[in-house]
């Protein structure tokens, strides 16, 4: 058996109890955030406890509870930002304004070092991750899948029993089925994901249970 290429932590943030992760290269212990939407400075003690240097924080979409506190972690650290789709860019100047709304008055805006594109690779260490651009949720999110690990994490287009909502302003229902269906059940059945919040599950167990994208809900039509 060789050593699997990466190993990830799960702190839940935010009143919304959004499922950031923190994800590591396991030859090079160099690490990337994903979705680091608050409470940074418990991000940065679980990067410390790990032994972990900071090089990359991902993000799926640019929702309060998910970016909100990109900007603070990047000012400490440094690290790249990588992500959303760029269609995600009007959520994230909205983020200030939401965040007083939402009482965590410290969330800011930021730009992302780079936008990612349906079928970019990002790199992590001596690993990477494909993307793929899975709008409906919201028009620019995007998903982040480890393929030699059959690891993704998946924001909230899908979760464990349901999916996101589409009732957003630029949300879509068809869209968000079209993006489960046509980009992540072909990566197979055995991926297990991190949903934006709630428990892990895998792509083959939502297409037997899941009530709104089972292969049955779907045939029903
Ligand atoms: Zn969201
Ligand atoms: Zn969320």
Redesign the pocket.
């Known amino acids: 058996m060789s050593q699997p290429p990466i190993r990830a932590i799960i702190a839940p943030v935010t009143p919304l109890q959004q499922n950031c992760t923190i994800v590591w290269c396991a030859k090079t212990m160099k690490a990337a955030v994903i979705d680091p939407g608050g409470e940074v400075q418990r991000l940065m003690g679980g990067l410390q406890q790990h032994g972990l240097t900071l090089e990359k924080i991902w993000i799926t ?1 640019g ?1 309060l ?2 970016a909100g506190a990109t900007a603070q972690l990047k000012a400490l650290t440094g690290a790249v930002i990588e992500g959303p789709h760029r269609d995600d860019a009007p959520l994230i100047a909205g983020i200030p304004e939401s965040g007083a709304r939402y009482g965590m008055p410290d969330a800011q805006a930021f730009e992302p070092d780079r936008w990612l594109e349906d079928g970019d690779r990002v790199t992590l260490g001596e690993t990477e991750f494909e993307v793929y651009h899975c709008p409906g ?2 028009p620019g999110h995007v998903v982040f899948f480890n393929r030699e690990a059959r690891f993704a994490q998946v ?2 287009v899908l979760f464990q029993g349901s999916i ?2 589409t009732d ?1 302003p630029g949300g879509s229902y068809p869209q968000l089925i079209a993006a489960i269906t046509g980009k992540l059940w072909p990566l197979g059945e055995d991926v297990a994901f991190v949903p ?1 919040h709630g428990p892990m599950s895998t792509f083959g167990r939502e297409r037997q249970t899941n009530p709104f994208v089972s292969d049955e809900a779907l045939s029903e039509g």
């Open positions: 979409h929702h509870d998910h949720h919201t924001g909230d996101g909502r957003f934006g």
